[in-house]
C-alpha cells in the first residue's frame, strides 16, 4: 500500500472517529470565543466608584450584599465557588455554586450587577469534563490528538499534489539538459 491511499485510509475513518466529540469541541470553543462579546455567555464586568485601590470593605460585606440577591443563591461562604477580584475596576464578582455571577463594587458594597454565568458550563461542554471525568481524558482527550494526526495527513494530502507537479517538473528540465562530456 503507498503512502498516498494509506493516509487517505487513516484520514478518512479517523475522521468518522471523532466526528461527534469533534462537532461538541467545535461548537463549545465558538460560544467561548464569543464570551466577552455576548452577555447571555458571560455577564460583562461592571465598573466600581474607585478604582485602581485596595477593597475598603471586607469580603463579608461582598458576601451580605451577594445574599440579598435570592437569585444567586448566596446565603453564606459555603455557596460561594470563588471571588475574582477585579482592582483596576473596582469589584469583587463572587461566582455562586449555583453558577450565577454577583458584581459587588469593593468600595462601597453596592451590587451593581448579579446574572448568570454559561461560560464555565460551557468550557466543561468543550473540554468533556461536563459529561463526565473520564469523558475529558478518554474520549476528548484521544480526539484531540487524532485531529492532530488527521491535521497532518490533510496536510500531505492536500501538498501531494503540488510535490508531484514539482518532482515532474525537475524531471523533465533533467531529461532536457544536453549532457556534455
Known amino acids: 500500500m503507498n503512502a498516498k491511499r494509506l493516509f487517505r485510509q487513516v484520514h478518512y475513518w479517523l475522521s468518522v472517529a471523532v466526528f461527534i466529540p469533534a462537532a ?13 462579546e455576548v452577555e447571555w455567555i458571560q455577564p460583562g464586568t ?19 450584599a451577594a445574599s440579598q440577591h435570592p437569585e444567586a443563591g448566596i446565603q453564606d461562604w459555603t455557596d460561594i ?33 448579579v446574572a448568570y454565568r454559561r461560560s464555565d458550563t460551557i468550557e ?15 474520549v476528548f ?24 507537479k514539482s518532482k515532474k517538473k525537475r524531471t523533465k528540465k533533467a531529461a532536457s539538459k544536453p549532457v556534455t562530456n
Open 124 to 138: 466543561a461542554i468543550h473540554d468533556g469534563s461536563w459529561f463526565a471525568d473520564w469523558v475529558k481524558l478518554y
Open 46 to 64: 461592571e465598573r466600581g466608584a474607585v478604582e485602581d485601590t485596595i477593597p475598603t470593605i471586607s469580603y463579608e460585606q461582598m458576601v451580605d
Open 24 to 36: 461538541i469541541m467545535f461548537v463549545a470553543g465558538g460560544f467561548l470565543m464569543l464570551k466577552k
Open 141 to 164: 482527550l484521544p480526539v484531540g490528538v487524532i485531529l492532530i494526526i488527521m491535521w497532518g495527513t490533510g496536510a500531505y494530502l492536500f501538498l501531494l499534489p503540488y510535490l508531484a
Open 81 to 113: 465557588d470563588r471571588i475574582d477580584l477585579r482592582v483596576d475596576r473596582g469589584i469583587a464578582k463572587l461566582r455562586a455554586n449555583s453558577g450565577w455571577e454577583v458584581q459587588v463594587d469593593t468600595a462601597t458594597a453596592e451590587v451593581l450587577k
